[in-house]
């Protein structure tokens, strides 16, 4: 079986089972601020999950591009992915745990044939908040898997979202796969993650975390679950690795043949990262020195620095780019559509990267001048590290260059200043999710219909070929962009915003309606989302002005919206433009 056989496989298994199919949301998250990427197939589905109706129905799956960033150093071991795709079905106050734990026992078994003796199965064992799950117990013991491959876990194992600080979570139940049924009989899925690999989660959200620390009851009981499509497809194939699998190995072949030494770690951060980077920049992001634009530069950079350890030189990484654009261009077409803008931001970034490090080269020799001048035998760590954070200048290089000058550096000085940023750098990670995964304040639900003003305001100003680009929603402010290739005059700007503000003086109520893609086609509506809800969508209509395919939520009149200004208009790539507004 093949990647896209098990898409297909996975993706018909629930249509035949009523689940309406859903097109993988963008991996930058819409409308929400807290989070840089969309880490899980539920994420896109939050406000669904809290209780919003979907159009599509109940019933979903789907497959969504997801990147995580938090285990980005263990990338180059067998399992540790940034980039990746989830397959996953929900169940919205629909089918429960029953109906669902038996749709995974039977995917697995009977449709991938996996053995079911090789199956393990964890559940939550209780706390304060929610019981001990012998529900999903007994239901996996009905199924006929024995009691010693049963295990219950806390809260640390067994406990899924929010994917924020707050949202929806909850108990689950998570099912593993045994890589080595001859390996000890004593090891379990708690004692080796390696052995026993986790396919299937499925977790039971009848919770909502909420900001004040309260753990609150959904109105409905859903089911998320989420099957890695890398993982699942080694262990299908038979093989010990996802980079074993055609969804790596082209991009592996593509590496070795640059590499003029081998060295397997260094190949799966390539291909891993060079991946992940096309993907990034196929969302229209650009490298850059904060969120998700860093994300971008901080993969392709070490992309690059692992490539100097096998002998490959810059640039390189647009060739890799359009081996993944080719793997993918059935699935993800949308990366085929922005080849080019890919190639060209990864070959800026390349010829960036070499001034930086010709600059860093320049100050690290200064730097040794005025120790050997100072009479030490080493560089600090503290400097080291800087070299890193300001150059990109890794510690091995930077020893490179001081043993030229029979120095050496202090090492674990700088492993200490690296640990102090990471720390710090989890904890600005934390305050941003402080906002929670989703932004239901007044503010941003105002801030969220004064973008559907701005954005048929701009469409009536500057004409049709205005289409959002992305959209960013904070408590304080919008951030809109929408391709447009010229800065947007005085007069222009003033027109939009006058014009907003007409139809926020005007009052007209804010209407939404169910209806199909077409239907909404039909109606001019306009909104670049209408796969993720698959054939059904909901349309926010203010009379006379705009028509937008949209999940929700809004105000219901626009006079809710007080008065518009714009803050600020540049451009942010080539063809794109950015406009930040507030709402006084
Ligand atoms: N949200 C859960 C996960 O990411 C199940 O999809 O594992």
Same mark, same amino acid.
């Given at each position: 079986?093949?990647?896209?056989?098990?898409?297909?496989?996975?993706?018909?298994?629930?249509?035949? %089972?009523?689940?309406?199919?859903?097109?993988?949301?963008?991996?930058?998250?819409?409308?929400?601020?807290?989070?840089?990427?969309?880490?899980?197939?539920?994420?896109?589905?939050?406000?669904?999950?809290?209780?919003?109706?979907?159009?599509?129905?109940?019933?979903?799956?789907?497959?969504?591009?997801?990147?995580?960033?938090?285990?980005?150093?263990?990338?180059?071991?067998?399992?540790?992915?940034?980039?990746?795709?989830?397959?996953?079905?929900?169940?919205?106050?629909?089918?429960?745990?029953?109906?669902?734990?038996?749709?995974?026992?039977?995917?697995?078994?009977?449709?991938?044939?996996?053995?079911?003796?090789?199956?393990?199965?964890?559940?939550?064992?209780?706390?304060?908040?929610?019981?001990?799950?012998?529900?999903?117990?007994?239901?996996?013991?009905?199924?006929?898997?024995?009691?010693?491959?049963?295990?219950?876990?806390?809260?640390?194992?067994?406990?899924?979202?929010?994917?924020?600080?707050?949202?929806?979570?909850?108990?689950?139940?998570?099912?593993?796969?045994?890589?080595?049924?001859?390996?000890?009989?004593?090891?379990?899925?708690?004692?080796?993650?390696?052995?026993?690999?986790?396919?299937?989660?499925?977790?039971?959200?009848?919770?909502?975390?909420?900001?004040?620390?309260?753990?609150?009851?959904?109105?409905?009981?859903?089911?998320?679950?989420?099957?890695?499509?890398? *993982?699942?497809?080694?262990?299908?194939?038979?093989?010990?690795?996802?980079?074993?699998?055609?969804?790596?190995?082209?991009?592996?072949?593509?590496?070795?043949?640059?590499?003029?030494?081998?060295?397997?770690?260094?190949?799966? $951060?390539?291909?891993?990262?060079?991946?992940?980077?096309?993907?990034?920049?196929?969302?229209?992001?650009?490298?850059?020195?904060?969120?998700?634009?860093?994300?971008?530069?901080?993969?392709?950079?070490?992309?690059?620095?692992?490539?100097?350890?096998?002998?490959?030189?810059?640039?390189?990484?647009?060739?890799?780019?359009?081996?993944?654009?080719?793997?993918?261009?059935?699935?993800?077409?949308?990366?085929?559509?922005?080849?080019?803008?890919?190639?060209?931001?990864?070959?800026?970034?390349?010829?960036?990267?070499?001034?930086?490090?010709?600059?860093?080269?320049?100050?690290?020799?200064?730097?040794?001048?005025?120790?050997?001048?100072?009479?030490?035998?080493?560089?600090?760590?503290? /400097?080291?590290?800087?070299?890193?954070?300001?150059?990109?200048?890794?510690?091995?290089?930077?020893?490179?260059?001081?043993?030229?000058?029979?120095?050496?550096?202090?090492?674990?000085?700088?492993?200490?200043?690296?640990?102090?940023?990471? /720390?710090?750098?989890?904890?600005?990670?934390?305050?941003?999710?402080?906002?929670?995964?989703?932004?239901?304040?007044?503010?941003?639900?105002?801030?969220?219909?004064?973008?559907?003003?701005?954005?048929?305001?701009?469409?009536?100003?500057?004409?049709?070929?205005?289409?959002?680009?992305?959209?960013?929603?904070?408590?304080?402010?919008?951030?809109?962009?929408?391709?447009?290739?010229?800065?947007?005059?005085?007069?222009?700007? *003033?027109?939009?915003?006058?014009?907003?503000?007409?139809?926020?003086?005007?009052?007209?109520?804010?209407?939404?309606?169910?209806?199909?893609?077409?239907?909404?086609?039909?109606?001019?509506?306009?909104?670049?989302?209408?796969?993720?809800?698959?054939? %059904?969508?909901?349309?926010?209509?203010?009379?006379?002005?705009?028509?937008?395919?949209?999940?929700?939520?809004?105000?219901?009149?626009?006079?809710?919206?007080?008065?518009? *200004?714009?803050?600020?208009?540049?451009?942010?790539?080539?063809? $794109? *433009?950015?406009?930040?507004?507030?709402?006084?």
């Amino acid at each position: 079986m093949n990647a896209n056989q098990l898409r297909t496989l996975f993706l018909n298994y629930f249509r035949t %089972r009523d689940h309406a199919i859903i097109g993988s949301a963008s991996l930058i998250p819409e409308g929400d601020p807290s989070v840089l990427f969309t880490t899980a197939g539920m994420h896109p589905l939050a406000p669904f999950l809290l209780g919003e109706p979907h159009p599509a129905g109940r019933r979903l799956a789907s497959c969504q591009k997801c990147l995580r960033t938090n285990d980005i150093l263990e990338v180059g071991d067998a399992t540790h992915l940034t980039f990746f795709e989830m397959l996953g079905n929900w169940s919205l106050g629909d089918y429960w745990k029953q109906t669902s734990i038996r749709y995974s026992y039977d995917f697995l078994t009977n449709h991938l044939g996996l053995e079911a003796d090789r199956l393990y199965v964890t559940c939550f064992e209780g706390d304060e908040i929610a019981p001990r799950d012998e529900e999903a117990a007994a239901i996996w013991r009905d199924i006929g898997i024995p009691e010693q491959r049963i295990f219950f876990l806390p809260k640390a194992d067994n406990w899924w979202g929010p994917a924020g600080a707050t949202g929806p979570c909850g108990p689950d139940t998570e099912i593993f796969y045994d890589t080595n049924p001859n390996g000890p009989s004593a090891e379990t899925p708690a004692t080796n993650g390696q052995r026993f690999v986790e396919v299937w989660n499925n977790v039971f959200m009848q919770y909502d975390q909420q900001a004040n620390g309260h753990m609150g009851r959904l109105a409905t009981r859903n089911v998320d679950t989420g099957l890695g499509l890398e *993982r699942t497809l080694a262990i299908v194939q038979g093989v010990t690795s996802p980079y074993e699998t055609e969804l790596f190995l082209p991009l592996v072949d593509a590496i070795q043949t640059l590499a003029t030494t081998s060295d397997a770690f260094a190949v799966r $951060v390539i291909a891993d990262h060079a991946r992940a980077a096309t993907f990034v920049l196929g969302e229209g992001i650009q490298p850059g020195n904060v969120d998700q634009p860093y994300v971008a530069r901080r993969l392709i950079r070490r992309a690059i620095r692992y490539g100097w350890t096998i002998g490959i030189s810059a640039p390189f990484l647009a060739q890799l780019a359009d081996v993944v654009i080719h793997m993918f261009a059935d699935v993800y077409p949308e990366l085929e559509a922005q080849g080019a803008q890919i190639a060209a931001a990864l070959d800026e970034e390349e010829s960036r990267f070499q001034r930086t490090l010709a600059r860093g080269e320049r100050a690290t020799n200064t730097l040794l001048v005025d120790a050997q001048t100072a009479g030490q035998r080493a560089l600090a760590g503290q /400097e080291a590290f800087h070299l890193y954070e300001t150059y990109g200048f890794p510690l091995e290089l930077t020893q490179e260059l001081a043993a030229q000058k029979g120095l050496t550096v202090d090492a674990e000085g700088f492993q200490q200043a690296f640990a102090a940023h990471q /720390e710090a750098s989890k904890q600005g990670a934390a305050e941003r999710f402080r906002g929670g995964l989703v932004e239901r304040r007044p503010e941003t639900i105002r801030l969220h219909t004064a973008t559907h003003l701005l954005h048929a305001a701009l469409r009536q100003v500057l004409g049709t070929h205005v289409e959002q680009r992305g959209s960013n929603i904070t408590p304080e402010r919008l951030r809109f962009d929408f391709s447009h290739s010229a800065k947007l005059s005085d007069d222009e700007l *003033r027109q939009v915003q006058d014009l907003v503000n007409a139809q926020i003086a005007l009052d007209t109520p804010v209407v939404w309606q169910e209806m199909s893609v077409d239907a909404a086609k039909a109606e001019g509506a306009i909104g670049l989302f209408e796969e993720r809800y698959g054939d %059904r969508v909901k349309v926010y209509t203010i009379d006379g002005f705009s028509k937008e395919i949209c999940g929700g939520p809004h105000v219901t009149h626009t006079g809710e919206l007080g008065h518009f *200004r714009i803050t600020k208009e540049q451009a942010v790539g080539a063809g $794109v *433009r950015r406009i930040r507004a507030v709402l006084a």
